[in-house]
């Protein structure tokens, strides 16, 4: 079994946090990344190689990856191999979608000779043996295997909706659907057997789901469902990563971060242990080694590196690695990309929230992008959203509910 | 040029008593996530040095493990790398290591092929940040055939060093190892920079020396400065410690923890590498305090915790206190105890309710009052203390000591031996 991890998608629904990463490579739970999950899943499961498809601003994605240490990839032969989109005499076309990224690569996934192909999206949140789908798919003697699980009724819209009978034969296939008799999700894991893939393949499909599988069920092939009960998070917009990543720090988290026997592999930066300096009032946090506390944290969590300094207060956010949040700053119901610097006493997260439908999807959340230097006193509305390195000037320390302001190019004023 | 480093890592540490009771003194966990011969290897490694061998001899297990390939520090290569040298039989003199220049006189086939002109010779067992390009500079502008590197100490502690006295161009006119009394403060770190050559020949000399103890400042060095050798020493201006005692290494740590700490762990440009086991996040419950305080991933936090030092994986219960205390790896802390003025080996399970560092701390142990009169108290290894049991200050409570083996509660300087004591 070889795995093919989907990670080409740039999530615009993610706004500034994917503006220079994909949506897998987003830092997800005090100081792992999205695609961690489902990497530790392919090493836990003893999967030996693994192509990761990238697209959408890969960098940081494949320096994070890198030749695969963290998830013990790194053998001699096969591992993990980042597969970028690239030119050939006839093909010049970007991935079209996540059935053409594994069109363009078919040539690598038949070189690694495998009889079947586990195809995984790198963009959720999850921890699955996939040794016990496989096992599942031997038995019924499947064609493709799709890992199910159960979502709310109000959330099926946002999914492929699957029906199964007894013996977990697939039935039907709805990609959000308004309305579905449905209960379960498809979870974007499929088992195939490599044959049945190979043909689809050669007919150029864009789509997983409507030029493949679709296809298969109609032609009458053996597609089954197989069931996953536990955790399991789509984190593609902003709501569903900030409630995600929030719900770790509720008494008893949904999804337990420490598990010895399954750890969540990253690749880890070595950074002293967390700092809680005199004067420190952390209460239902997470913070990650590096970070150095001098003030108060309530309901967050803090990537490594990230400093509060005395007398500022941190509640219901999320801030990545090596932030600052300047003395006296004040920062609620945000999300802060890397290096961001709150100046002393600004307000992050200030005043009401946009009331216009146009907001809705930021929740009342302020976003703010990599490397903003926050002015001193400054003060930032709720539903605002801070492009990359963006400037300031012009808005008089007051930036209202609602605001986007644009990223710069990080050499803007250099070049 | 390539450069090659001895790493001295076979010592005793007797003084941190149980703390190096079952591991060797380099392997003693320290300054929250590090054990001790970290800072020595990432001084390697940040210096540009990556061949490195770490001779070992009392108790080499966990500094094998953690040593491992040398991947933190990226040691492990394909050549080069780290190597751990362990006595071994075989070569005509073969026997345990008699003493530190034994060690390196039975490793002499390491030197045979490599092409360097110095060898590094250093200790696994001190505290600090050094540059050692700084040191071959040194050596190679002063002409010596040796160098060695020296701080400054401070006048009451010069009878715990090798003292050395300097004339005005840094050359070397006196060694006094441990002395009484002495017109200088400089004292070895343990970090030597030898000519090849002449550390092959002083070696051979040594070993066929009666009556020598083999050790480089005990008997090499005395020897080598009496006859007028080129021998040189380099002004290390910044912090170095040698954590000897129970004491030192508790003090040590703590001053990690206050507004001007000895060293910055944090440096990016000067990273302590040490092998980190992959633990979530630190997560600090509600109903939590920690303030000055180190708490490393993987710890789990409802209580109360005051400047202490908490390393990976450590639980700390609700309405427990943890106070002026050093927790290692994985010790568990129950609900309502209270841990104040303790050294806690990995592992150890404190029961609900119990007090740990109770009563009059000036009754010193009754085992080893030398280590163990300062009213800190230390717990070995894996013990387990069973709910509401009090223990004294001063008290000593073994490796491996399990529920059965308390009959009460533990009296100020007492003693519960755990099932291979080290006596």
């Given at each position: 079994m070889v795995a093919l991890v989907l990670a080409g998608g740039g999530g615009e629904a993610l706004s500034v946090l994917t503006t220079e990463r994909a949506v897998s490579a987003v830092p997800f739970g005090g100081k792992y990344r999205v695609i961690d999950f489902v990497l530790s899943n392919c090493s836990h499961s003893e999967i030996a190689e693994i192509g990761v498809l990238t697209q959408h601003a890969p960098a940081s994605l494949h320096d994070h990856i890198g030749a695969g240490r963290p998830w013990g990839f790194d053998h001699?032969?096969?591992?993990?191999?980042?597969?970028?989109?690239?030119?050939?005499?006839?093909?010049s076309e970007w991935y079209l979608g996540t059935a053409h990224a594994i069109a363009r690569n078919w040539d690598r996934v038949e070189a690694l000779g495998a009889s079947r192909v586990l195809v995984v999206s790198g963009d959720q949140v999850y921890r699955m043996d996939y040794r016990r789908m496989l096992m599942m798919h031997e038995r019924?003697?499947?064609?493709?295997?799709?890992?199910?699980?159960?979502?709310?009724?109000?959330?099926?819209?946002?999914?492929?909706?699957v029906r199964f009978g007894a013996d977990g034969r697939v039935t039907e296939l709805q990609e959000k659907p308004r309305q579905t008799r449905a209960a379960h999700a498809s979870m974007g894991v499929y088992l195939f057997e490599t044959a049945a893939l190979r043909e689809l393949m050669q007919e150029r499909p864009a789509d997983m789901v409507v030029d493949v599988l679709v296809p298969l069920l109609e032609a009458g092939e053996s597609v089954h469902a197989h069931e996953f009960v536990g955790y399991w998070e789509d984190v593609g917009t902003v709501a569903s990563y900030?409630?995600?990543?929030?719900?770790?720090?509720?008494?008893?988290?949904?999804?337990?971060?420490?598990?010895?026997?399954?750890p969540v592999l990253t690749r880890d930066e070595e950074r002293p242990p967390v700092n809680l300096r005199e004067g420190a009032d952390v209460e239902d946090s997470l913070l990650a080694n590096g970070c150095r506390v001098a003030g108060r944290v309530r309901r967050s969590v803090i990537f490594p590196g990230t400093v509060v300094e005395p007398g500022a207060e941190v509640s219901d956010s999320i801030v990545f690695q090596d932030g600052v949040i300047g003395r006296g700053a004040v920062v609620s119901r945000s999300i802060l990309d890397k290096h961001t610097i709150v100046g002393e006493r600004a307000v992050v997260g200030w005043g009401d929230p946009p009331g216009d439908p146009a907001h809705a999807w930021l929740d009342g959340l302020t976003l703010i992008g990599k490397d903003a230097h926050i002015p001193e006193g400054a003060r930032i509305g709720r539903g605002v959203v801070v492009g990359l390195n963006a400037s300031f000037d012009g808005h008089g320390g007051e930036v209202p509910a609602g605001t986007t302001l644009p990223t710069r190019v990080w050499y803007e004023g250099i070049a | 040029m390539p450069r090659y480093a001895f790493v001295l890592a076979g010592g005793l540490g007797s003084r941190l008593c149980l703390l190096s009771e079952r591991r060797a003194k380099p392997a003693v966990p320290f300054g929250g996530k590090y054990r001790i011969i970290d800072f020595t290897l990432s001084n390697c490694v940040n210096s540009g040095i990556f061949d490195v061998g770490v001779l070992t001899q009392y108790r080499p297990y966990s500094l094998n493990v953690h040593i491992g390939t040398g991947r933190p520090w990226d040691l492990d290569r394909s050549r080069g790398g780290v190597h751990v040298l362990q006595p071994s039989l075989g070569s005509v003199q073969s026997d345990w290591y008699q003493?530190?220049?034994?060690?390196?006189?039975?490793?002499?086939?390491h030197l045979r092929r490599r092409r360097i002109d110095e060898v590094l010779v250093l200790s696994g067992d001190h505290v600090y940040k050094m540059d050692y390009n700084v040191l071959y500079a040194f050596h190679k502008a002063s002409g010596a055939s040796v160098t060695v590197a020296v701080t400054e100490v401070p006048e009451e502690s010069i009878s715990s060093f090798g003292i050395l006295e300097t004339d005005r161009q840094g050359r070397v006119t006196g060694f006094k190892e441990k002395p009484k009394r002495a017109d200088s403060r400089l004292a070895s770190m343990g970090v030597y920079l030898f000519d090849r050559l002449a550390l092959v020949r002083w070696l051979v000399e040594?070993?066929?020396?009666?009556?020598?103890?083999?050790?480089?400042?005990?008997?090499?060095?005395?020897?080598?400065v009496a006859r007028g050798e080129h021998v040189f020493a380099y002004h290390f201006n910044g912090y170095w410690q040698d954590v000897g005692t129970l004491d030192s290494y508790y003090q040590t740590n703590l001053e990690f923890l206050g507004d001007h700490p000895p060293l910055e762990l944090g440096d990016p440009d000067w990273v302590i590498h040490t092998q980190s086991a992959d633990r979530p996040p630190v997560?600090?419950?509600h109903g939590a305090h920690v303030s000055r305080s180190f708490v490393a991933n993987g710890c789990r936090v409802s209580g109360r915790v005051e400047h202490s030092m908490l390393f990976p994986g450590v639980t700390?219960?609700?309405d427990a206190v943890v106070r002026d205390s050093i927790l290692m790896h994985d010790v568990r802390v129950g609900r309502g105890a209270v841990v104040d003025h303790a050294v806690v080996d990995k592992e150890?399970?404190?029961?609900?309710?119990?007090?740990?560092?109770?009563?009059?701390?000036?009754?010193?142990?009754?085992?080893?009052?030398?280590?163990?009169?300062?009213?800190?108290?230390?717990i070995g290894k894996c013990a387990q203390l069973p709910a509401n049991l009090v223990v004294g200050r001063n008290a000593r409570i073994g490796a491996y000591v399990t529920e059965r083996d308390f009959a009460g509660d533990v009296p100020p300087g007492g003693v519960i031996d755990g099932p291979q004591s080290m006596h």
């Open positions: 001699r032969s096969g591992g993990v191999q980042l597969m970028q989109p690239y030119l050939t005499r006839s093909e019924r003697r499947a064609t493709v295997t799709l890992a199910v699980t159960r979502v709310p009724p109000q959330e099926s819209g946002r999914f492929g909706m900030y409630r995600a990543n929030l719900e770790l720090v509720a008494p008893t988290p949904r999804l337990e971060l420490h598990n010895p026997r399954w | 003493g530190t220049a034994d060690a390196i006189y039975q490793n002499l086939i040594d070993a066929e020396t009666p009556g020598s103890g083999h050790d480089f400042g005990k008997d090499i060095l005395p020897r080598l997560r600090v419950e700390v219960a609700s150890v399970r404190v029961g609900d309710g119990a007090v740990v560092g109770e009563g009059d701390a000036s009754i010193p142990n009754r085992a080893c009052p030398d280590h163990l009169s300062s009213g800190l108290l230390v």
